[in-house]
């Protein structure tokens, strides 16, 4: 599966941001009477009495653009520029128009064929044609551009880091923007891209006290503030709040602290969100309830929608098995997908959808997309190697968390950056490793999942996705692969000790302990229970989970009593079921009662074939369990495509899990009798 991606920019930086000026003084005190709505929709009345009035189409065309009417204010602007060929204001207001509506071809078209006699409006037109260039994607024509501007003009050393930013180079981009910021000083817009670079280089720390500077300085300038709500919201298009909380949420996330990325939307977002703030937050809450993410982001691919939309979207479909829908919109949208996804996971989504027709022919994709991984994944890791054996790394103490001179601080980098690189490649070649194990997954070919698993074992042996795999293989194939299964499972845990046990899914727990059973390890198996308990039981103490219920050790024990079942001892794999349950408000839902059901049913089966004997206590202590599970089960409706295939007790009554268990209570109360 392709990782989740956030928007990490909501714009980039608008190198050419001047005001627009209004002309006759005469006019200001009527401008400033009546809001920019008002007073335009006043002006435009009085168009049709003087149509070629130079200060009243100026005065439209700065209102138009100050409402964020782009498009209307370049047609007033193109209408000045042909009544007063000589000004040279209105040439450039007419380009910037143009570059803020998204007509890049034609600011291009305009700027490039402009004469400007003034230095000052030549370098503004410059500037302009440069952003243009660059949001066409003509890097080369823009770096052209950029080399005719005045190089210690601040705006030109921003345009240039931008440039560098756009093309990959970081590093250069980070140096430049902090040239730029020693010239113009502190400002949001600059700490933002420089927080934004050391983000792309992988230092999150100084990533996220930029972004905290940039969020402190917004709150202490509007603290007890009565501004209008259109003050505020240009205020903090200004301070660039919006974005640093992206950004920052994006470094959460990428940390993988999911939680406090869910709770920084939850507390600074509420209405009237963007678009990158919407498809950012549902990433953050994609584990609450997919179908909803998938809605929203849906929602966004019909509109002005962030470029990793798609991506996310199909993503998402794939991860939950939805692979028509994922189909289905892959090639509705083939031409976007060409245009904003990446060759390799363009590449990668394309396999997928030649596995649900083609598989043999998917591996074969799949192979060569390895195959161009792999070198890269080789050298990755020989970059990291050095980058450790450097003096200022290798010999830095543990509990140093930050670099203390310039030495240790360029060492530092440099391993944040090889560490960045080699993960960038190794999340492109996860996907279609995974993709490639499913297919023989699919066909029950464990072996063959193995050895394509352990081919990348020198890249992938500490990554989390491929340990749980290599674990569930080992498992799947059972005899003689227990052993290897637990070590698997056990590296997976150890990652996830500091950070949080609970993230670790459920089915691994699972695994794990049944695997600890077949090894005769069931000491291990309950303190791995009691363990997992006792977290669900600090963090639901602590509100870490918020709304977001675990059911790990619910899971496992549902688990562990099925395998005894299995194996013939109802008894205790039974009583291990009615333990998963409790505590029933909390455990019971129709996960989890799909499978207990299942157990309960296996049983009636048996006793009533006469194939085992059940004692009185037990029995009884099923039929309390059926009386709690209906207590706790009247509101939770089951799906009819779900629900047990019994005669209802009454006629129109809807499939809810009290009736179920109403039904199983009076199927065992008979096997009693």
């Given at each position: 599966?392709?990782?989740?991606?956030?928007?990490?920019?909501?714009?980039?930086?608008?190198?050419?941001?001047?005001?627009?000026?209004?002309?006759?003084?005469?006019?200001?005190?009527?401008?400033?009477?009546?809001?920019?709505?008002?007073?335009?929709?006043?002006?435009k009345?009085?168009?049709?009495?003087?149509?070629?009035?130079?200060?009243?189409?100026?005065?439209?065309?700065?209102?138009?653009?100050?409402?964020?009417?782009?498009?209307?204010?370049?047609?007033?602007?193109?209408?000045?520029?042909e009544?007063?060929?000589?000004?040279?204001?209105?040439?450039?207001?007419?380009?910037?128009?143009?570059?803020?509506?998204?007509?890049?071809?034609?600011?291009?078209?305009?700027?490039?064929s402009?004469?400007?006699?003034?230095?000052?409006?030549?370098q503004?037109?410059?500037?302009?044609?440069?952003?243009?260039?660059?949001?066409?994607?003509?890097?080369?024509?823009?770096?052209?551009?950029?080399?005719?501007?005045?190089?210690?003009?601040?705006?030109?050393?921003?345009?240039?880091?931008?440039?560098?930013?756009?093309?990959?180079?970081?590093?250069?981009?980070?140096?430049?923007?902090?040239?730029?910021?020693?010239?113009?000083?502190?400002?949001?817009?600059?700490?933002?891209?420089?927080?934004?670079?050391?983000?792309?280089?992988?230092?999150?720390?100084?990533?996220?006290?930029?972004?905290?500077?940039?969020i402190?300085?917004?709150?202490?300038?509007?603290?007890?503030?009565?501004?209008?709500?259109?003050?505020?919201?240009?205020?903090?298009?200004?301070?660039?709040?919006?974005?640093a909380?992206?950004?920052?949420?994006?470094?959460?996330?990428?940390?993988?602290?999911?939680?406090?990325?869910?709770?920084?939307?939850?507390?600074?977002?509420?209405?009237?969100?963007?678009?990158?703030?919407?498809?950012n937050d549902?990433?953050?809450?994609?584990?609450?309830?997919?179908?909803?993410?998938?809605?929203?982001?849906?929602?966004?691919?019909?509109?002005?929608?962030?470029?990793?939309?798609?991506?996310?979207?199909?993503?998402?479909?794939?991860s939950?098995?939805?692979?028509?829908?994922?189909?289905?919109?892959?090639?509705?949208?083939?031409?976007?997908?060409?245009?904003?996804?990446?060759?390799?996971?363009?590449?990668?989504?394309?396999?997928?959808m030649?596995?649900?027709s083609?598989?043999?022919?998917?591996?074969?994709?799949?192979?060569?997309?390895?195959?161009?991984?792999?070198?890269?994944?080789?050298?990755?890791?020989?970059?990291?190697?050095?980058?450790?054996?450097?003096?200022?790394?290798?010999?830095?103490?543990?509990?140093?968390?930050?670099?203390?001179?310039?030495?240790?601080?360029?060492?530092?980098?440099?391993?944040?950056?090889?560490?960045?690189?080699?993960?960038?490649?190794?999340?492109?070649?996860?996907?279609?490793?995974?993709?490639?194990?499913?297919?023989?997954?699919?066909?029950?070919?464990?072996?063959?999942?193995?050895?394509?698993?352990?081919?990348s074992?020198?890249?992938?042996?500490?990554?989390?996705?491929w340990?749980?795999?290599?674990?569930?293989?080992?498992?799947?194939?059972?005899?003689?692969?227990?052993?290897a299964?637990?070590?698997?499972y056990?590296?997976?845990?150890?990652?996830?000790?500091?950070?949080?046990?609970?993230?670790?899914?459920?089915?691994?727990?699972?695994?794990?302990?049944?695997?600890?059973?077949?090894?005769?390890?069931?000491?291990?198996?309950?303190?791995?229970?009691?363990?997992?308990?006792?977290?669900?039981?600090?963090?639901?103490?602590?509100?870490?989970?918020?709304?977001?219920?675990?059911?790990?050790?619910?899971?496992?024990?549902?688990?562990v009593?099925?395998?005894?079942?299995?194996?013939?001892?109802?008894?205790?794999?039974?009583?291990?079921?009615?333990?998963?349950?409790?505590?029933?408000?909390?455990?019971l839902?129709?996960?989890?009662?799909?499978?207990?059901?299942?157990?309960?049913?296996?049983?009636?089966?048996?006793?009533?074939?006469?194939?085992?004997?059940?004692?009185?206590?037990?029995?009884?202590?099923?039929?309390?369990?059926?009386?709690?599970?209906?207590?706790?089960?009247?509101?939770?409706?089951?799906?009819?495509?779900?629900?047990?295939?019994?005669?209802p007790?009454?006629?129109?009554?809807?499939?809810?899990?009290?009736?179920?268990?109403r039904?199983?209570?009076?199927?065992?109360?008979?096997?009693?009798?």
């Amino acid at each position: 599966m392709v990782a989740y991606e956030m928007v990490t920019t909501r714009r980039r930086y608008n190198y050419s941001r001047y005001v627009l000026s209004i002309e006759h003084a005469c006019i200001v005190t009527f401008y400033i009477d009546f809001s920019l709505i008002h007073s335009r929709s006043l002006l435009k009345a009085k168009l049709g009495e003087f149509p070629r009035s130079r200060p009243l189409l100026s005065l439209i065309a700065y209102c138009c653009y100050h409402t964020e009417d782009y498009a209307r204010a370049a047609e007033f602007y193109e209408t000045l520029t042909e009544l007063c060929p000589e000004s040279e204001d209105y040439r450039v207001y007419y380009v910037q128009t143009l570059v803020k509506s998204g007509s890049y071809f034609d600011a291009s078209r305009v700027a490039s064929s402009a004469v400007m006699s003034s230095t000052f409006h030549s370098q503004r037109l410059k500037l302009l044609r440069a952003h243009a260039e660059m949001e066409q994607g003509m890097l080369s024509a823009c770096s052209t551009t950029l080399s005719s501007c005045l190089e210690d003009d601040v705006e030109t050393i921003i345009a240039l880091a931008t440039l560098d930013f756009r093309e990959g180079r970081f590093a250069k981009s980070l140096e430049t923007y902090n040239i730029a910021k020693q010239v113009a000083g502190g400002q949001p817009c600059l700490d933002y891209y420089i927080s934004l670079c050391h983000y792309e280089l992988g230092d999150y720390d100084a990533a996220l006290e930029l972004v905290d500077r940039i969020i402190e300085e917004r709150r202490e300038d509007h603290a007890g503030a009565h501004d209008s709500l259109q003050c505020q919201e240009n205020s903090s298009k200004e301070s660039f709040f919006v974005e640093a909380l992206n950004l920052k949420a994006a470094v959460l996330y990428t940390t993988k602290h999911y939680d406090a990325a869910k709770n920084l939307f939850a507390r600074h977002f509420n209405e009237n969100l963007d678009t990158v703030t919407i498809h950012n937050d549902v990433v953050a809450n994609i584990d609450g309830d997919p179908s909803i993410g998938m809605q929203k982001l849906e929602f966004l691919l019909a509109q002005s929608f962030p470029p990793e939309t798609l991506s996310n979207l199909l993503t998402l479909y794939t991860s939950h098995s939805q692979d028509d829908l994922a189909a289905e919109t892959f090639e509705r949208n083939k031409h976007l997908a060409k245009e904003l996804l990446t060759p390799d996971v363009y590449a990668y989504f394309d396999a997928v959808m030649m596995s649900l027709s083609c598989p043999d022919d998917a591996f074969s994709m799949l192979e060569a997309q390895i195959a161009q991984h792999t070198p890269k994944l080789r050298s990755g890791k020989k970059n990291i190697k050095s980058a450790l054996a450097t003096p200022a790394t290798s010999h830095r103490p543990a509990t140093s968390a930050r670099p203390t001179n310039a030495a240790e601080r360029k060492e530092h980098r440099a391993l944040a950056v090889a560490t960045k690189e080699f993960e960038v490649i190794l999340d492109r070649f996860i996907p279609a490793l995974m993709l490639q194990c499913r297919i023989y997954w699919d066909r029950k070919e464990y072996s063959r999942v193995e050895q394509i698993l352990q081919q990348s074992a020198d890249f992938c042996h500490e990554n989390d996705v491929w340990l749980m795999n290599m674990g569930h293989t080992m498992f799947a194939q059972q005899h003689g692969k227990f052993e290897a299964s637990i070590e698997k499972y056990e590296l997976l845990l150890e990652h996830q000790t500091k950070d949080n046990l609970l993230k670790v899914p459920a089915v691994a727990f699972a695994n794990l302990c049944v695997a600890y059973i077949m090894t005769n390890q069931n000491e291990a198996a309950e303190t791995l229970i009691k363990t997992v308990e006792r977290e669900e039981q600090q963090q639901a103490a602590l509100g870490i989970n918020g709304e977001r219920a675990y059911h790990t050790s619910c899971i496992i024990n549902l688990v562990v009593g099925t395998l005894y079942c299995e194996r013939g001892n109802y008894e205790f794999g039974i009583s291990r079921i009615c333990k998963s349950m409790e505590p029933f408000e909390e455990n019971l839902c129709l996960d989890t009662w799909f499978y207990a059901k299942r157990c309960f049913l296996a049983l009636a089966r048996k006793i009533a074939k006469m194939m085992c004997i059940t004692g009185c206590d037990t029995l009884e202590d099923i039929i309390c369990f059926f009386d709690d599970i209906e207590s706790h089960g009247k509101h939770i409706i089951i799906a009819e495509s779900e629900a047990t295939h019994v005669k209802p007790l009454k006629p129109k009554e809807p499939a809810t899990i009290a009736s179920e268990a109403r039904q199983l209570r009076s199927i065992f109360i008979k096997l009693c009798a």
